[in-house]
């Protein structure tokens, strides 16, 4: 209890209030223990007017009324008002209403006005010391009218704001003008003011006002308002204030005053906070309510979705959502749908949304790793190698003891690391054959132009194919001469000849285009480790494209496809899509890419779905015939390095089988079948050369290898035997 | 009526006229704490919950208990002050609070045929209030006044002691208590604030200079001193109630 209050209003009331507390309080000990304090300083007197029963009030309601926390918190600062807006009936002062003396007004401005005050004066003398003002009211807070009490103060000099124009700043003001200053030190004994101009003179939170000269229409509105009128009653200014009919006055001065709406204060003994429990208010049971509403509606969506009706289901869950946003059973059961309906990336968003909610929702973490899981296994597909990776690691953040997860992730670092180490070995190699590059490059522009002029005059003349196969022979002996070794290597390897002969192709296509022996490292390693190692040739590839392949190998390939098509080797200057369409030769391109396709096969026997999947792609373009598509994706592949490598061998291939298909459609036709019985494994790929050899045109079709490693040999030679003309 | 708990509770046929007086002025007070407990509890600010009750007091000034069910009234009367007032409230809020208000600690009402009734009874009671009151349901209630007055107050008091005492919150207080009773229809919304004012200085003892008028005088000109000692008591009665009635 405060004492002091308690002791203000005792000593208000007098004794009567007293024993009536006495009486009332007994069982408190607060006031118990200040009762023998407090009865010394009663007055014995009886209070002015029957106020028995406001006695009886306050000595019932004592314990709340005179308790410390009744008090509100904060003290209220006073804030420069805001003339413009009036959000509330500013008044004049009550005291000139009350029409209190003078000399208790006196004692009352001096007992209430303190240092940092703003007040407003007018200008009565100017000294050389400073001037004096004569007090007309206080501006900010505390609201007085001392106009006429005929108080003055002294501004001293130095308190006044030097302004650099005028040597003397006394000059700036003349008798007269109203200013506006802070109060810098008040004597109420003497009765002495010192008023500053100075900003510092104010509390912080009147820094807005503008102190010095003012005009009339800056006085306060308590002022002006109750100068104006000084016949009016306070109710009629209030009444016709515009700040009276603010809807919102009450808001505004619940604030000023300092009340706090939310505590909702009460003399009632029932309505004391502490009385309300939280789960008693709407929001709570709101939200409980919206739980178990919602949760009414999942249950018969999943009674849908078990029954196999998705889209009432569907509608059940956003229904509950509705209810009752984040929903965490809701959510789930939201996200086992879009996963089972294969929206993976819906489904991860709904169980990590549900999961944000609620961290330990056992069945939400479940369906999220195996969602993720299942998101990698397809963002692996499109060779998005990074991302899966990332995907695979949270799920195992989520549930360690994820098996599919580990082994998913364990599977796809080790793909990566392999791509790294064969990259840093292509970085390295390029480093050597960096000199190489360039010279190629020219010999190469040189020779392609050769065969541009070439190539013109075999259009014209019908027999292109085999000119071409010439070039390609020339261009395959000549690299075959200067890769005999890993020609017996491919040789051991039992997948097919025309896999050599890629490889002859491909070496020899780079061969002729650099003359460096150790050419590129994928030839020498896609022989043997080629077989073994799935990805190597992608690696492979995929390193020669990025590297120096980038620019040149670029227009290599482009050049290759350009070649496939032209049925000669390619041109940089062409655009590998403009050959693409070439009407000439539609269906040697279509067996062409049969070949690509079927040797890509052969080269990825052991790879798995995603080559499935890129040769279907390829596949399916080459028979819709879009020929564009197809040497588009293999020209300038976008896929990562799996499919790359495809491209690359693709490239190669179709290098390789355009030659073979100059050369001797027979034997591509052969080599196609066979390469289709032997790998049967492949459903599709043995479809596909099945359909090739059957929509190709059915020749007799060579069955020995040796004869087409002869014409190999035979095309090479003349191929090289035309670049020495 | 299922909501209905204890509304007819001790209600004795036959009973003496005052007696019955007596039971009437219980029952609205029980209903108006019930008002008062239900804007706590869904956050209503203070006008809204005036305006409630004001409703309900004018509404059972001219019909009679037994034909009209009190706590229906209530709850109608919460939803339309609401309204009035711009602090719209849904009717799924006030169902619950009140729900719960009868049976403590119970679940929440589900969504079946129940609540819709439950709902179209609120919503048919509030165009009964309407009605009854010819729809005039904006009143002007103490609370600018007071606090206006409370300001001006201020101003005459010495800042620091303004402080120490807590003039406002009690008077403040005061006037939402005031609601219990149909003293907050009966006055004029001037004298309301003002009486509360004096009481609430009077408790603490605190003194305005004195001039030629008083300054509740000034305040408010047509208001007397002794009407002001006659809300004063009736407010204090309110508080006897409260010992009698809960």
Known sequence: ?725 | MELVGRSHEGRGSGDVAKHELSQDIKTHFRVCRFIIETGVKLRMRSMPVATACALYHKFFESADLPAYEPYLVAMAAIYLAGKVEEQHLRARDIINVCHRYFKPGCEPLELDGKFWELRDSVVHCELLILRKLNFQVSFIHPHKYLLHYLLSVRGLLNRHACARTPITETAWALLKDSYHGPVCVRHRPQHLALSVLYLAMNSYGVELPAGEAEWWQVLCEDVTKAEIDAIVSELMELYNMEARCT
């Open chain 1, 1 to 725: 209890m405060d004492r002091d209050l308690l002791r203000q209003s005792l000593s208000y009331h007098g004794q009567s209030l007293f024993s009536l507390l006495r009486s009332e309080q007994i069982e408190n000990p607060d006031f118990n223990s200040i009762a023998a304090d407090l009865s010394k300083s009663v007055p014995q007197r009886d209070a002015p007017g029957g106020t028995s029963i406001v006695e009886q009030f306050v000595a019932r309601k004592a314990d709340l009324l005179f308790s410390p926390s009744w008090k509100s918190t904060s003290i209220v600062q006073y804030e420069l008002q805001e003339e413009t807006s009036e959000p509330y009936a500013v008044m004049p002062p009550l005291e000139q209403f009350m029409e209190v003396p003078e000399q208790e007004r006196k004692d009352l401005f001096y007992r209430d006005v303190e240092r940092g005050d703003v007040i407003i004066g007018r200008i009565t003398s100017i000294r050389e010391f400073g001037f004096f003002v004569a007090l007309i009211c206080t501006g900010g807070g505390l609201e007085r009218d001392v106009e006429d009490l005929e108080l003055t103060a002294l501004c001293p000099i130095r308190e006044v704001p030097s302004t650099r124009s005028h040597d003397d700043p006394l000059s700036y003001y003349q008798i007269g003008d109203l200013i506006r200053a802070g109060v810098k030190d008040v004597d109420r004994y003497q009765e002495k003011i010192t008023i500053s101009l100075h900003l510092s003179s104010l509390c912080p939170s009147m820094g807005k006002t503008k102190l010095g000269v003012i005009s009339k229409e800056d006085l306060p509105l308590h002022y002006s308002r109750g100068a104006s009128d000084c016949c009016e009653s306070y109710e009629k200014i209030l009444e016709s204030s515009l700040g009276f009919s603010n809807p919102t006055n009450v808001d505004v001065l619940l604030v000023k005053l300092g009340i706090d709406e939310t505590l909702s204060p009460s003399l009632m003994r029932g309505l004391q906070k502490k009385h309300f429990l939280e789960e008693d208010f709407a929001d709570n049971i709101r939200k409980k309510q919206s739980a178990s509403w919602a949760l009414k509606c999942v249950k018969t969506g999943v009674d849908h979705f078990k029954a196999g009706r998705h889209v009432e289901a569907m509608n059940e869950y956003n229904k509950a959502l509705e209810i009752d946003t984040n929903n965490v059973e809701a959510l789930v059961a939201r996200g086992a749908l879009y996963a089972t309906k294969g929206s993976l990336v819906k489904a991860i968003d709904d169980f990590e949304l549900a999961l944000e909610t609620c961290p330990s929702h056992r069945n939400a973490k479940k369906y999220l790793c195996q969602t993720l899981v299942e998101r990698g296994g397809q963002l692996e597909e499109e060779k998005k190698l990074v991302t899966a990776e990332g995907l695979y690691k949270k799920a195992l953040t989520l549930d360690d003891s994820f098996r599919e997860a580990e082994d998913a992730l364990r599977k796809l670092q080790m793909h990566i690391q392999k791509t790294l180490k064969l990259r840093e070995q292509e970085m390295a190699k390029e480093q050597e054959k960096a000199k190489t590059v360039e010279t190629s490059a020219e010999k190469l522009r040189k020779i392609l132009k050769e065969e541009k002029r070439m190539k013109r005059k075999r259009r014209r003349s019908s027999s292109s194919s085999s000119s071409s196969s010439s070039s390609d022979a020339t261009s395959s002996s000549s690299s075959r001469q200067k890769s005999k070794k890993k020609k017996h290597k491919r040789r051991h390897s039992s997948h097919s000849h025309k896999k050599r002969q890629r490889r002859v192709s491909s070496h020899g296509y780079r061969s002729d285009e650099e003359d460096a022996e150790e050419s590129y490292p994928a030839p020498a390693n896609t022989s043997a480790s080629f077989i073994n190692q799935k990805h190597a040739v992608a690696q492979l590839f995929e390193d020669e494209r990025s590297q120096g392949m980038s620019k040149s190998s670029g227009s290599f390939c482009a050049s290759s496809a350009a070649e496939v098509l032209e049925d000669s080797r390619g041109r940089f200057e062409d655009d590998p899509f403009e050959c693409s369409p070439c009407p000439a030769e539609p269906g040697k391109a279509k067996d062409r890419h049969g070949d690509k396709e079927r040797v890509a096969h052969s080269d990825h026997r052991k790879s798995d779905t995603p080559h499935m999947v890129c040769k279907k792609r390829v596949s399916s373009t080459s028979e819709s015939s879009a020929h564009r598509r197809y040497s588009s994706s293999s020209a300038g592949s976008e896929y990562s390095h799996k499919s790359e490598t495809q491209s690359r061998d693709i490239h190669s291939q179709g290098m390789s089988s355009h030659r073979w298909s100059d050369a001797d459609k027979k034997e591509s036709r052969d080599s196609r079948r066979s390469e289709g019985n032997g790998h049967r494994s492949c459903n599709d790929y043995s479809q596909k050369s099945r359909r090739f050899s059957e929509g190709g045109q059915k020749k007799e079709l060579p069955s020995n290898l040796v004869d087409i490693f002869s014409q190999i040999a035979q095309f090479e030679k003349e191929k090289s035997t035309k670049q020495k003309k």
